[in-house]
């Protein structure tokens, strides 16, 4: 018999490759793939949280929306990434984020529930999945340093330096993953510090600007820019 492809996700996905097969058959049985249009809402914040996901293809945002209507990106979920997968320990399962499409996207859905119950039968699942939300925590933790502890130039050098192929060497070229817009939100400034920054950067020779392909002229020098 053909394997499906729902079947290979399940088969290959960390968060699934240590169940016995007759549990991935089962969740094969319950999970559906989602596709999305560019800014197609996957779900609102303060919603039942009956599944989480993981996104096959393009990327998702997880924001929220203040009082006066500013959008504030959490996080970019990038292909082969797991979200909303903690609620599922939670007494009362809401959404704490609004989630949508980046581009055109597809996403696996996987029914809380019936995972919570699959790793309660198979602990060794369990551990990985355990291990996995560490990872996010401490990456979450990093995140927070980073906004509270660092200024807004060193927090876009920081950036752009993250995006490079290869930390050693002295130049590279990378592309922005998202609208300018997008990350200054997730950076925590507003557009137009993020606009006279890039600027900033440019007259000191450090990069070059063609839409969303950045020239990085002098790597290290990026992670100077803050001091």
Do not use: W
């Not at 998702?60 to 990038?78: A, C, F, H, M, N």
């Not at 599922?88 to 995972?115: D, H």
């Not at 699942?125 to 355990?130: G, I, Q, Y």
């Not at 900033?200 to 990085?216: D, S, T």
Request: glycine share 6%.
């Amino acid at each position: 018999m053909q394997e499906t492809r729902l079947q290979a996700i399940v088969r290959e996905d960390v968060l699934f490759s240590s169940l016995t097969e007759k549990a991935k058959d089962n969740l094969c049985q319950h999970c559906h793939i989602i596709k999305l249009k560019n800014d197609e809402t996957l779900f609102h914040q303060g919603g039942d949280a009956h599944s989480f996901y993981i996104v096959l293809e393009g990327n998702i945002k997880l924001y929220r929306v203040s009082p006066d209507g500013q959008t504030k990106v959490i996080e970019v979920i990038k292909k082969g990434g797991a979200f909303a997968e903690a609620l599922m320990f939670m007494e009362q399962i809401r959404y704490p984020l609004n989630a949508a499409a980046m581009g055109a996207c597809e996403v696996l859905a996987i029914p809380n529930k019936l995972y919570k119950e699959t790793l309660l039968k198979e602990p060794q699942s369990a551990l990985k999945l355990m291990g996995n939300m560490a990872v996010k925590l401490h990456r979450r933790i990093n995140e927070i340093e980073i906004l509270t502890l660092q200024n807004t130039r060193h927090r876009l050098g920081n950036y752009l330096f993250g995006l490079a192929p290869d930390p050693a060497a002295k130049q590279c070229v990378v592309q922005l993953p998202m609208a300018k817009q997008l990350i200054a939100s997730q950076l925590g400034m507003q557009p137009e510090t993020f606009s006279r920054l890039m600027k900033e950067m440019k007259l000191q020779g450090l990069i070059e600007v063609n839409g969303a392909e950045i020239r990085v002229n002098d790597l290290q020098g990026l992670l100077a820019f803050g001091h």
